[in-house]
């Protein structure tokens, strides 16, 4: 539950481990130890969530941006496919980083 994908529900982990140990596997955790292991993840690996108050008064969430791009940039899977520097790619445009505008006008930095 502490990864971003995760699929599983609070309800859905309490089924898993209850089928773990009618079927008699050893070593199951208990609820208080997958969630004392969640909380542990959770701040090595997690992503911050900041709180901010809106001009009008009201309160919201956002995600740390530079948490996820880092957790991102470390993904084996992820990582081969960002890119970040502009191309030039002829007369085929695909993506916005093969645009003119991103290869001349933008500053490099």
Known sequence: MHLPRSVFSQKQLDL???????N?????PSIKQMQKINSALQKVC?????????ALGHKYFVNSLAQM????????????????????????LSEARQAQRWLHELPDE
């Open 24 to 28: 008699e596997v050893d070593d199951v």
């Open 69 to 92: 791009i880092a957790q991102e940039m470390a993904n084996p899977r992820v990582r081969p496919h960002l890119h970040f520097y502009p191309e030039d790619s002829g007369t085929k």
């Open 16 to 22: 898993f481990l209850w089928l773990l140990k009618v």
């Open 46 to 54: 997690g992503i911050e969530t900041i709180a901010y108050d809106g």
